[in-house]
C-alpha cells in the first residue's frame, strides 16, 4: 500500500512564496508521473503541475513562470514552488502519483489528503 502526505500549506499574503512537499510512502507500487491538482469550492479539481520520472514537467497556464514542480526519486519526495502567489491560487492541493503495481503490474492512481493554501489580498 502506498500513501501520500502533503505538507507546507498554510496561509501567505499575495505576492509571497511557499512550498508543498509530497511524500510517498509504502512498497509494492512503481511511481511514474506525480503531479499537483486544486481544488476550490464549488468547483472541479484542476490540474497545477505533473512531473515525470525523469523530470519533464508540465504546467497549467494560470501558474507557468510562477510555480516550480520538481521531485527528488531518493527521497520518493515531490514539490511545488509557488512564488508570487495570487489569492487566485486559493485552495485545497492535492498530490497524485500514477505508476504500477510491482506485483501485479496493474495501473494504479493515489492520492494524497490534501494541503490547505489560502493566498490574502
Known amino acids: 500500500q502506498v500513501r501520500l502526505v502533503e505538507s507546507g500549506g498554510g496561509l501567505v499574503q499575495a505576492g509571497g512564496s511557499l512550498r508543498l512537499s509530497c511524500a510517498a510512502s509504502g512498497s509494492g507500487f512503481s511511481i511514474a508521473d506525480m503531479g499537483w491538482y486544486r481544488q476550490t469550492p464549488g468547483k472541479q479539481r484542476e490540474l497545477v503541475a505533473t512531473i515525470t520520472t525523469g523530470g519533464s514537467t508540465n504546467y497549467a497556464d494560470s501558474v507557468k513562470g510562477r510555480f516550480t514542480c520538481s521531485r527528488d526519486n531518493t527521497k520518493n519526495t515531490m514539490y511545488l514552488q509557488m512564488n508570487s502567489l495570487k489569492p487566485e491560487d486559493t485552495g485545497v492541493y492535492y498530490c497524485?502519483?500514477?505508476?504500477?503495481?510491482?506485483?501485479?503490474?496493474?495501473?494504479?492512481?493515489?492520492w494524497g489528503q490534501g494541503t490547505l493554501l489560502t493566498v490574502s489580498s
Open positions: 497524485n502519483a500514477r505508476g504500477v503495481a510491482v506485483m501485479t503490474a496493474r495501473f494504479l492512481e493515489v
